[in-house]
Every structure is written in structure tokens, then in C-alpha cells.
């Protein structure tokens, strides 16, 4: 894929009078203990009021100065937050077949404008540090952005669609949430990942797999899709996570990380909070992404990228590695 615009060299128009703390120490970088993470960057979840973060000033530096259109549409999604929760309706109904349940809740979320859905259990342990939800499911959702818009990064217009692909996520959600209430099970939804940290129950919902580039790879929309998510009790049957071969793929490809203008993506898996996976330079990352209104061109390159691409990269590194194994 070829990127319509040429992505600016990482030279920021801001500084701090006080360096803050460095993000990858704040996200557990090194760190060979099971630690919860603590937030660095986006702090506006509900509840936590506008709480000190060490990363706070380049946060507003990046809500304040995007363009009115961007802004304004950052501040509906803030507005659907009213209808992340609300009173459920009469009694919770018996819910005898969780197969049948978690089959109906994946069909509604893809009525409500979905692309993916799937089901796991709520994770509490690795949350933020001081959050926490009373639920004992989680329901994972994802929303493809429009890549002929994606692929204009880093612009206006393909933040403005990463924006819009995060309130189409933030409706499904909140819709979705609003239909268990109605069967009496109390259910809060979240459209993007201020509050809670998603792509730990997305992989186990089976959504996809971690790529180098930090974000989700799916089979059917590589990198090209926000995830959002529902908390609930109503019982409901599991997903398992899958397995594609991002992995496989990632380890040898170098598309992104040699794009990467502030040089921010290893080719090598971290040790992070106890967990070795992919992990993307927190320090050298975020003030390109402010300063670019959202960087996307790891996800734009991705080889994954594009309608029909990651089914056959799929297919193509699960059938060699069945091979390498037939061989050994």
C-alpha cells in the first residue's frame, strides 16, 4: 500500500519544563513480575475526574490543538458516554443455553453495526491500577475503518476516520449494552480504551492477535479496526483466543517498524508487566502520534492492511508452519 502523504519528520512543537516520568517505566518495561499497568496517556475515563498523569500535559496538547471537525467528534462520542449505563428493565431473565445467549448477543452487536464480537471473562488483574468493574463478562467488539481514508496518514482525514471508527464503536456499544438491560441483566458499555484495557479480553475473545506495530491483527481486517467493549453478568458461552500466525509473520516482517518515523517499533518481543510481547516505545510513540493528530501509518503498511490480505497471509503461514513441523 502506498501512503498519499509524506509523514513528517518527528520534530515537536512543544517541550516540558520538566521531563515527565518515562512512559515505559510507567508501563512496566523490563518489569519480570504479573504488575497491573498504570495510565500513562488518554486519562478521561469516567469516573477518575481529570487525575495528574505524568503524560497529561502532552495529553491536552493533543485534545486541544486537533481541528474543530475532529475535536466536535471527539466530544459526541464523550456525549454517547450517557448512555454507556443505565437502569435495567424488570427482572433478569433465566438464561438456561449460554450458547444460544452469547450466539444471539454476537448476532445483535453485528445488527447494531459491529464488524467482529466476541465473548470472554472480565480480566481484573490486568486493569489499570484503581479501576475496577463489578462484571464478570466482557463482551468484545470491533469496527474496520475505511481504508481509502486510513491510508492518507499521517492527515486529517485518516485521524478524522480513526476518530469516527471510535464513535461508531462507542453506538454499537452503548446499544448493545442498552438490549441485555432490557433482559434484566445490568450491562456498561465502553467505547474506546480510556477506562479499561481491551486488547488483553480482545485476543481471548478471539478477535485476533497482537502484532508488532502494538495494535490487534484480525483475519478478516488486519490492524484496520477499533475495539470496544461491553461488561456484564448475563451468563453467556466463551470464545477462545485464536491463533492466524501473527506471530509467524510479525517476526520476520520489518514493514512497519523500518516505516516508523520516530523509530519507536522493535523487532524483538519485550518483557512487559510480567508478559513478553510485542511493545512499541511509549517515549519515541506518543509525542509523534500528538503531534501527527493520531499516527497511523504502521497500521496503514501493515501487509495485513486491505481488504482479502489477511486471509491469505493467514493461510500462507499456518500451512508453512505445518509444514516446518510435518519436516522436523
Known sequence: ???????????????????????????????HDKIRPHQVFHNTGRGAGRKQIDWAALDTFFNMSKPWSMFSENMKTWWERRNATGPVIGDPIEVTDPQAMADDIKAKALEFGSDLAGITLYLENIQYE??????????????????????????????????????????????????IRSKGWQAEAFGNGEDIMMIPMAINAGLGELGKHGSMISRDHGPNFRISLILTDMPMALDEPVDIGVDDFCINCQVCSNACP????????????????????????????????GCGICLAICPWTGPGRGSVISDKMLKRRETETLNS
Not at 522493535?266 to 501527527?292: H, I, N
Open 1 to 31: 500500500m502506498k501512503l498519499k502523504v509524506t509523514a513528517p519528520a518527528p520534530d515537536y512543537p512543544f517541550e516540558f519544563k520538566v521531563a515527565p516520568k518515562s512512559g515505559n517505566d510507567v508501563n512496566g518495561l523490563g518489569v
Open 130 to 179: 484503581g479501576r475496577s468493574w463489578p462484571y464478570k463478562y466482557a463482551i468484545c467488539i470491533g469496527h474496520s475503518m475505511r481504508i481509502d481514508d486510513v491510508e492518507h496518514t499521517p492527515s486529517m482525514r485518516s485521524s478524522a476516520e480513526i476518530v469516527k471508527a471510535y464513535r461508531r464503536g462507542s453506538k454499537s456499544a452503548n446499544k448493545l449494552a442498552k438490549y
Open 262 to 293: 520516530p523509530d519507536a517499533i522493535s523487532d524483538k518481543k519485550q518483557m512487559v508487566r510480567g508478559f513478553e510481547k510485542w511493545y512499541v516505545d511509549f517515549d519515541k510513540c506518543v509525542p509523534y502520534f500528538a503531534l501527527t493528530h
